[in-house]
């Protein structure tokens, strides 16, 4: 059986029972491709890009209302990207056929949900969320010369 001893047991029992290996194939989706780069300079851009036009366009522009501005567009666009990406994981994997198959093996439902909703959660959070309030930080501190605490 020297074909076998690759294989590693799991002994998860319950709800748990294949999150391990979900969980890391779905992070393996966001962190060993092309995914978090791409999503983290679209989003750093499009911040970017909102925040710096509104530093040149209107230099005198209170603090408060830069911030508020930014916050509309950080918080409405990547909104409807989550539902679009998240759309394609669930239902994509249903139609294709590879959910049936994934809970075919001895995985629970829930390990396969709970899997999805924090892999993608995590690399929402940074890609998302953290990129662009980065560079929208940057822009205020240096562009516009406003000191912001962190």
């Known amino acids: 059986m020297s074909g076998n001893s690759a294989f590693e047991l799991v002994t998860e029992r319950g709800w748990r029972r294949g999150l391990g290996n979900l969980l890391s194939n779905e992070f393996s989706r966001w962190w060993k491709t092309n995914m978090w780069w791409v999503q983290s300079l679209i989003w750093g851009g ?14 005198d522009m209170p603090l408060s209302e830069m911030v508020m501005i930014y916050s509309i ?35 629970s439902r829930q390990a396969f949900i709970l899997s999805r909703f924090i892999a993608h959660a995590l690399g929402v959070l940074v890609t998302m969320v953290l990129v662009p309030g980065v560079v929208a930080f940057l822009v205020f ?10």
């Open 141 to 150: 501190r240096f562009a516009a010369h406003v000191p912001i605490p962190p």
């Open 73 to 107: 567009f950080g918080g409405l666009f990547p909104a409807i990207a989550v539902v679009i990406i998240l759309q394609d994981v669930l239902v994509g994997e249903k139609r294709s056929g590879t959910a049936a198959w994934v809970l075919s093996k001895p995985v």
């Open 46 to 59: 499009i911040c970017g890009f909102m925040v710096g036009s509104i530093v040149v366009q209107s230099p």
